[in-house]
């Protein structure tokens, strides 16, 4: 099952994977229901084709089955210094079920690493929940390590780097 093809999107097609993500997300957190489009979403073409973010689907004879970016990170979590170090945030991977555990999503992430460390960017990071099954282990595989887990019960958030050379 390795008929698919990773790129950017085709501006045309931006509407497709923004409901494509956006639907994704919905089914991962069924409590965003009626909630409005967060920001990098809802201005897609200028954070991630325009801007400094990246953005890279996979399609299988013309249909959209995955998709995954990545943003300037935004030094939200006051536990994490990156402060003068160009660091990006992971966002925003998801892959049809019929299409996991093919590699298709490894694939994405090494096409994207490829792509930030060709803009100088020097660490991944990302955040992630247990609750999300195979979640930390993937993102472990593919050469991050855990540097925090928060302390709140319900979505022990872990945090995730991956340094480039």
């Keep these: 099952m390795t ?13 497709e994977v923004v409901a494509f993500i956006d639907d994704a997300r919905r089914g991962l957190f069924p409590m965003l229901a009626g909630s409005p489009l967060p920001k990098d979403l809802a201005h897609f073409a200028e954070t991630y ?5 990246h953005f890279l689907e996979a399609r299988d004879r013309g249909q959209l089955i995955a998709g995954i970016g990545y943003l300037p990170y935004d030094h939200r ?9 160009r660091v990006v945030e992971v ?8 299409y996991r555990r093919h590699g298709l999503a490894a694939a994405l992430f090494a096409a994207l690493r490829e792509h930030a460390g060709a803009a100088g960017v020097e660490c991944l990071y990302l955040h992630t929940h247990p609750f999300l099954p195979g979640a930390i282990r993937f993102w472990e ?3 991050f390590a855990v540097i925090d887990v928060e302390d709140d019960p319900l979505w022990r ?9």
């Design 157 to 165: 958030t872990t945090h995730m780097e991956h340094w480039l050379a």
């Design 141 to 143: 595989r593919q050469g």
């Design 49 to 53: 084709l325009e801007g400094q973010g």
């Design 91 to 98: 966002v925003r991977l998801f892959v049809l079920p019929e």
């Design 77 to 85: 979590f006051a536990q994490l210094d990156y402060h003068g170090r």
């Design 3 to 15: 008929h698919w093809t990773i790129q950017s999107p085709n501006p045309d097609r931006i509407s």
